[in-house]
């Protein structure tokens, strides 16, 4: 379990679970509107594996309706190319209507999306008829009991602050899609290599650069989950904080932050994000040293989609052609 202030503000949310749960038994067929990707091979080989709790896993054939229980494990089964059940869970706060649009859009064709955070519904899981459940909330082990009794579920806390591809690549490995893996972290790889490429024409590869937030009265800087910093080291950019551990500042030891060139900052989709970042930016703006920090007078304060900041795989791969966009004026 993380102390870090991001991983504290999932843990309050992640408080409020449902305590009730209707009775349930096991569900092993597909949903009827379940598709699966283009070029996925039917495979009828059993999956049998321990997931990171120490739960054995056994399903008696591959999975052919999952569900992903937090969004980044939506995108972590689409990028691995294994079927969705025909309903899958979004965020229900931070004005998410629908899954993010960096998700694999051709995976989720049909998909009902159903909120699930940070209350969780569990009847609208066992109303999906999933065959396979993956869920990264595993810092909650009544999380895992309960879904278990749905469908068999592989359980991994990818919130416990180590890096989120560390977590994906375990999880790749167990569920036997090694191949899918490998072919999205060429993809990430390259995706850094052109990013640097346009970055380096516009001028900006020696930037310092952070991933900040605000929270509690605090600036924070550093490398949770690292999908941001991970995303900076793989362009080849200069990361003001390393390693997991955050540093905090209050608004009066701001300038503290007077080496760093560039930050981003997370932002909620629609009305209700853009409300929230303009409220943390006058609250920032009441200290007196805001002003003159380079990232603020030079209007390198950029902004990224909040779910991100939470690791999956599409996610890591549009914070780099995020940070490539903002750096290269492209």
Same mark, same amino acid.
């Given at each position: 379990?993380?102390?870090?202030?991001?991983?504290?503000?999932?843990?309050?949310?992640?408080? *409020?679970?449902?305590?009730?749960?209707?009775?349930?038994?096991?569900?092993?067929s597909?949903?009827?509107?379940?598709?699966?990707?283009?070029?996925?091979?039917?495979?009828?080989?059993?999956? %049998?594996?321990? $997931?990171?709790?120490?739960?054995?896993?056994?399903?008696?054939?591959q999975?052919?309706?999952?569900?992903?229980?937090?969004?980044? $494990?939506? $995108?972590?089964?689409?990028?691995?190319?294994?079927? +969705?059940?025909?309903?899958?869970?979004?965020?229900?706060?931070?004005?998410y209507?629908?899954?993010?649009?960096?998700f694999?859009?051709?995976?989720?064709?049909?998909?009902?999306?159903?909120?699930?955070?940070? /209350?969780?519904?569990?009847?609208?899981?066992?109303?999906? /008829?999933?065959?396979?459940? *993956?869920?990264?909330?595993?810092?909650?082990?009544?999380?895992?009991?309960?879904?278990?009794?749905?469908?068999p579920?592989?359980?991994?806390?990818?919130?416990?602050?180590?890096?989120?591809?560390?977590?994906?690549?375990?999880?790749?490995?167990?569920?036997?899609? /090694?191949?899918?893996?490998?072919?999205?972290?060429?993809?990430?790889?390259?995706?850094?290599?052109?990013? +640097?490429?346009?970055?380096?024409a516009?001028?900006?590869?020696?930037?310092?650069?952070?991933?900040?937030?605000?929270?509690?009265?605090? %600036?924070q800087?550093?490398?949770?989950?690292?999908?941001?910093?991970?995303?900076?080291?793989?362009?080849?950019?200069?990361?003001?904080?390393?390693?997991?551990?955050?540093?905090?500042?209050? +608004?009066?030891?701001?300038?503290? +932050?007077?080496?760093?060139?560039?930050?981003?900052?997370t932002?909620?989709?629609?009305?209700?994000?853009?409300?929230?970042?303009?409220?943390?930016?006058?609250?920032?703006?009441?200290?007196?040293?805001?002003k003159? *920090?380079?990232?603020?007078?030079?209007?390198?304060?950029?902004?990224?989609?909040?779910?991100?900041?939470?690791?999956?795989?599409?996610?890591? *791969?549009?914070?780099?052609?995020?940070?490539?966009?903002?750096?290269?004026?492209?």
């Amino acid at each position: 379990m993380t102390s870090s202030p991001r991983g504290r503000r999932l843990l309050s949310a992640a408080a *409020l679970i449902c305590t009730s749960l209707f009775a349930v038994t096991s569900c092993g067929s597909p949903a009827g509107g379940s598709t699966e990707p283009s070029g996925a091979a039917q495979d009828s080989t059993p999956l %049998v594996t321990t $997931d990171p709790e120490g739960h054995e896993v056994s399903v008696d054939h591959q999975p052919q309706a999952a569900l992903g229980f937090y969004t980044t $494990d939506v $995108d972590i089964l689409a990028t691995l190319g294994i079927p +969705l059940s025909a309903s899958q869970p979004i965020r229900g706060d931070s004005g998410y209507e629908t899954f993010p649009a960096y998700f694999p859009q051709e995976a989720l064709q049909g998909i009902t999306p159903f909120a699930n955070y940070p /209350e969780f519904n569990y009847e609208k899981v066992l109303e999906a /008829e999933p065959d396979f459940i *993956l869920n990264g909330l595993g810092y909650d082990p009544e999380v895992h009991d309960k879904l278990a009794t749905i469908a068999p579920t592989y359980t991994v806390n990818a919130f416990d602050g180590e890096r989120w591809n560390t977590h994906f690549e375990r999880t790749a490995r167990d569920l036997g899609r /090694e191949a899918q893996f490998n072919e999205w972290l060429g993809a990430y790889e390259q995706a850094g290599k052109d990013a +640097l490429d346009g970055i380096t024409a516009a001028g900006n590869q020696d930037l310092v650069v952070a991933p900040i937030s605000y929270w509690g009265g605090e %600036v924070q800087i550093g490398c949770y989950a690292w999908l941001e910093c991970g995303a900076f080291e793989t362009i080849g950019l200069q990361v003001a904080q390393k390693g997991k551990d955050e540093k905090s500042f209050t +608004l009066e030891q701001l300038d503290q +932050l007077k080496d760093i060139d560039a930050v981003w900052m997370t932002k909620g989709v629609g009305q209700v994000g853009e409300d929230e970042f303009n409220k943390t930016i006058s609250e920032l703006e009441k200290s007196p040293f805001w002003k003159d *920090l380079p990232f603020v007078k030079n209007n390198r304060i950029y902004t990224y989609e909040m779910d991100m900041a939470y690791g999956s795989p599409s996610g890591a *791969l549009a914070f780099i052609e995020q940070v490539a966009s903002d750096l290269s004026g492209k």
